[in-house]
């Protein structure tokens, strides 16, 4: 019965969208080095290849970023995977990172990652991603980023990559076809991202997975 609201990104065109965007997007330094890291990490997780040249920009970047806002000099891959690690333990309780270390919350806490908390590299990047006043302020500088074709092709990669895990897991989407056409970046209703979720017998290419989907008003009163 788990269902997503939206999720216009799993079926948005990625090069439609940043060449609307004219292939430059602005985020903050905090956001750009978490991007990079996931598509690298999902990158191996999911067997979608980045050619060398790419893959060696992405590891450069999450290296520039460590040493600029995490003052870590090194960008090899133990450093890389210790800080996605701290990443994954977002979810968290800031409070038990807040003398530098892990501290045990309750003895009824969930721990399905506690190989990582207990990891003194992987709790400093907690602390100071929470409260050291200078990781978090140089965080929050906007950076532009120039979108390549690279990065285009691999985003198509991800959204598929996505979609089977809803579909592996039972999720469906409601779509609100009114409401996207309003806030969304498509400009007539055919190329809503619902033709991508599921096109079922209707004409299109057959796509690798069809997810459930309704369609919904956006408007509970309705």
Same mark, same amino acid.
């Given at each position: 019965?788990?269902?997503?609201?939206?999720?216009?990104?799993?079926?948005?065109?990625?090069?439609?969208?940043?060449?609307?965007?004219?292939?430059?997007?602005?985020?903050?330094?905090?956001?750009?080095?978490?991007?990079?890291?996931?598509?690298?990490?999902?990158?191996?997780?999911?067997?979608?290849?980045?050619?060398?040249?790419?893959?060696?920009?992405?590891?450069?970047?999450?290296?520039?970023?460590?040493?600029?806002?995490?003052?870590?000099?090194?960008?090899d891959e133990n450093m890389?995977?210790?800080?996605?690690?701290?990443?994954?333990?977002?979810?968290? &309780?800031?409070?038990?990172?807040?003398?530098?270390?892990?501290?045990?919350?309750?003895?009824?806490?969930?721990?399905?990652?506690?190989?990582?908390?207990?990891?003194?590299?992987?709790?400093?990047?907690?602390?100071?991603?929470?409260?050291?006043?200078?990781?978090?302020?140089?965080?929050?500088?906007?950076?532009?980023?120039?979108?390549?074709?690279? &990065?285009?092709?691999?985003?198509?990669?991800?959204?598929?990559?996505?979609?089977?895990?809803?579909?592996?897991?039972?999720?469906?989407?409601?779509?609100?076809?009114?409401?996207?056409?309003?806030?969304?970046?498509?400009?007539?209703?055919?190329?809503?991202?619902?033709?991508?979720?599921?096109?079922?017998?209707?004409?299109? &290419?057959?796509?690798?997975?069809?997810?459930?989907?309704?369609?919904?008003?956006?408007?509970?009163?309705?």
């Amino acid at each position: 019965g788990d269902r997503l609201g939206h999720v216009m990104v799993l079926g948005t065109d990625p090069r439609k969208y940043y060449d609307l965007k004219r292939r430059n997007i602005y985020l903050s330094k905090q956001d750009y080095l978490d991007n990079c890291l996931w598509i690298l990490k999902r990158a191996s997780e999911w067997n979608i290849t980045i050619n060398l040249r790419n893959l060696e920009y992405l590891k450069d970047q999450i290296g520039r970023l460590l040493y600029e806002l995490y003052d870590e000099q090194t960008s090899d891959e133990n450093m890389r995977n210790a800080y996605f690690a701290s990443w994954l333990l977002r979810g968290d &309780h800031p409070s038990c990172y807040k003398t530098g270390s892990y501290v045990e919350p309750s003895p009824l806490y969930l721990n399905p990652y506690d190989i990582y908390r207990k990891n003194t590299t992987v709790s400093q990047f907690l602390y100071k991603y929470h409260y050291n006043k200078d990781v978090r302020e140089k965080g929050l500088q906007i950076q532009k980023i120039e979108i390549e074709d690279w &990065h285009i092709a691999i985003m198509y990669e991800f959204q598929e990559e996505i979609r089977k895990i809803l579909v592996k897991n039972g999720i469906s989407i409601e779509c609100n076809p009114t409401s996207n056409y309003l806030i969304g970046t498509f400009s007539q209703y055919d190329e809503h991202p619902i033709m991508q979720f599921n096109d079922y017998k209707l004409g299109g &290419h057959s796509k690798k997975t069809q997810i459930k989907v309704s369609i919904n008003t956006d408007d509970i009163g309705v």
